[in-house]
């Protein structure tokens, strides 16, 4: 059970805009620790795509985005292509675990 | 540019150790502590813990207290990563990953695959 939670899964079509949400608590993304999203390939490392909240790394498309509100934070594709088809990890900080370093549980992103 | 190379896949048998390597190049290797990360078979990512790679100081994630040992040869920019007592749940890919201070997993070694069968 992850302390970030993720829909296990979301579908678009090319061309469409999809978002992906990553829900904690008040001791990890409300405490007003940062977000980052990581983009793995099936077989590959994963890779960041959005870090400290909406920050895109060079090289990252700017069809990609991150905002956060709350408890909650949400990376956003827009224009979808179908090399986004990955799994998306959410990743924060949590003050009330001695596992501080936590995860989301993964979304996979499946391009129709 | 900055690379993480981890060693080779690994078969072990329950109750075993391995230990997995990561060297680093391209960047100064005291600079960035350095994290591992496991993802069993179609799981997500698992957290098992953080070496400060200037002083050697480590913090392992509860579930691996007791089983997991992160060193670093500074002389080498190598991180190494060792669990013991392996059990088949232990079967899934290490990833290595140097943190950017205060922030994201900016750089991830290739993985390693770790199988544990009797």
């Known amino acids: 059970q992850s302390v970030l939670t993720q829909p296990p899964s979301v579908s678009g079509a090319p061309g469409q805009r999809v978002t992906i949400s990553c829900t904690g608590s008040n001791s990890n993304i409300g405490a007003g620790y940062d977000v980052h999203w990581y983009q793995q390939v099936p077989g590959t490392a994963p890779k960041v795509v959005i870090y400290?909240?909406?920050n895109r790394p060079s090289g990252v498309p700017d069809r990609f985005s991150g905002s956060k509100s709350g408890t909650s934070a949400s990376l956003a594709i827009t224009d979808l292509q179908a090399e986004d088809e990955a799994d998306y990890y959410c990743?924060?900080?949590?003050?009330?675990?001695?596992?501080?370093?936590?995860f989301g549980g993964g979304t996979k992103l499946t391009v129709l | 540019q900055v690379q993480l190379v981890q060693s080779g896949a690994e078969v072990k048998k329950p109750g075993a150790s391995v230990k997995v390597s990561c060297k680093a190049s391209g960047y100064t290797f005291t600079t960035y502590y350095m994290h591992w990360v496991r993802q069993a078979p179609g799981q997500g990512l698992e957290w098992m813990g953080i070496i400060n790679v200037r002083d050697g100081s480590t913090t392992y994630a509860q579930k691996f207290l007791g089983r997991v040992t992160m060193t670093r040869d500074t002389s080498t920019s190598t991180v190494y990563m060792e669990l013991n007592s392996l059990r088949s749940e232990d079967t899934g890919v290490y990833y290595c990953?140097?943190?950017?201070?205060?922030?994201?997993?900016?750089?991830w070694g290739q993985g390693t695959l770790v199988s544990v069968s009797s």
């Open positions: 990743q924060s900080f949590d003050n009330s675990l001695s596992d501080f370093w936590v």
């Open positions: 400290d909240n909406i």
């Open positions: 990953a140097r943190i950017r201070p205060g922030s994201h997993l900016d750089h």
